[in-house]
């Protein structure tokens, strides 16, 4: 996946509109996209101000996450302000430096996602986890699991009990799903 592939995805016609995708997910693509692949991706100035900004506005979002975090993060936060001074500076002038600059940034962003996913702000798998407000709920990782009590934690926030029942993020209750055979008396 390149730039233009990774632009050109985001507009097709169907497609659920990005405003709706995790940031997360959003951030990671760009990292591995400057972090992993040839350095052809960046080929001119244009492509240097398009990441930027589409690293400064993933920043914008992980941020107002690692802000809203209870309890306070003081190391995400430095993390986040720290890659906010990167990014608010200028890039360099030649091509091969604005590179260099974009990569460090991109490293910046990918140590900011790194920290949410180890505070549990944000889901780290591979695939995304669905969220907790979602039909699907229950098939997000096991984030802890607590078998002498009936119950595990998943990635989404959702605590599903071994009864079927759960109780949402937001204190919603999903009541459990039995399958209504009668207990013989």
Known sequence: M???????????PGRRPTAVRSAA???RETCEL?????PAVVKSDQDVRDLRLRLRRH???LGSVAAGARPAQP???QLVETARRSAAQAPPAGLGEAQTYLRRLAGE???VLAEMGRCGLVCVHPREC???HAPDRAAAHIRVDFPDIGCRLLCNGFLSFDDTG?????GSVDPPHRTGHAVPR
Do not use: I, S
């Open 2 to 12: 390149n730039l233009r592939t990774l632009t050109a995805t985001r507009r097709t």
């Open 25 to 27: 997910v959003a951030a």
């Open 75 to 77: 190391r995400l936060v």
């Open 130 to 132: 669905p969220p907790a």
């Open 59 to 61: 920043l914008k979002r």
């Open 166 to 170: 759960g109780l949402a993020p937001d």
């Open 109 to 111: 962003v990918k140590a």
């Open 34 to 38: 400057l972090l992993n692949e040839d």
